[in-house]
């Protein structure tokens, strides 16, 4: 079991900056593909960002140039760097795991999610 905990959301101007950090639990972090998703009000969780174990990484159009993932395998931590922020990236962003179990001779998806922190981008 993967517990995920999120932390560094705020309220922010827009054209400002903010890192959230997403603290893992257990000894599998390095084996993990991490992520970051985002809801905002009123609308469906939706994916920002992905960092796979290669450190391989992947983002939404919307935020491509201004938001960077990154990991820390020696710390069990993946962040989110999120710059030139705007009112429609506010929302509640939560940090993704995920890994594949082998049972049998399939390969099973487990995917791990935190609580979400709230990120509001406001004058």
């Known amino acids: 079991q993967v517990q995920l905990v999120e932390s560094g959301g705020g309220l922010v101007q827009p054209g400002g900056s903010l890192r959230l950090s997403c603290a893992a639990s257990?000894?599998?972090?390095?084996?993990?593909?991490m992520g970051w998703y985002r809801q905002p009000p009123g609308k469906q969780r939706e994916l920002v960002a992905t960092?796979?174990?290669?450190?391989?990484?992947d983002y939404a159009d919307s935020v491509k140039g201004r938001f960077t993932i990154s990991r820390d395998n020696a710390n069990n931590t993946v962040f989110l760097h999120m710059n030139s922020l705007k009112p429609e990236d506010t929302a509640v962003y939560y940090c993704?795991?995920?890994?594949?179990?082998?049972?049998?001779?399939?390969?099973?998806?487990?995917?791990?999610w935190g609580q979400g922190t709230q990120v509001t981008v406001s004058s």
């Open positions: 993704n795991a995920r890994r594949t179990v082998l049972m049998g001779i399939t390969n099973i998806p487990v995917v791990y």
């Open positions: 257990g000894s599998i972090f390095s084996s993990l593909t």
């Open positions: 960092i796979t174990t290669g450190f391989t990484t």
